[in-house]
């Protein structure tokens, strides 16, 4: 592993340009559950109103059930409250502090990578 990691470290160093592609697994680490997965959210299993977590969210049935759509968003940001960024976040917000053209692209809403230091950051599914 330490091999790996070196190897890792010395592809970092000589790049000009780094671009992270995150998603729910490096806030894992900060306490916080995925959707899917194992403890996620919806581990196998549909939302309490019998459907896929990913059609509760989507723009669909916000726009024709907001109040489900609510529901959810605010069970996922009551599982998010109180988070706060890991080493993984603060790694990656150091290394852009080092390599001005370091970005995130980010999956997730929490908002780890932002706090964390990271200004470099492009929220695909936004924020809470």
Known sequence: MDEILDE??????????VLFITGAGISADSGLPTYRGISGLYQDQLTTDEMPIEVVLSS??????????????????????GAVFNRGHQIIAELEAQKPDTWVLTQNIDGLHRRAGSRNLIEIHGHL
């Open 60 to 81: 669909e049935m916000l726009n024709r059930r907001p109040e489900l759509t609510w529901k959810y968003v605010f069970e996922v940001e009551k599982a998010c409250r």
């Open 8 to 17: 890792v470290a010395d592809y970092l160093r000589g790049a000009e340009r």
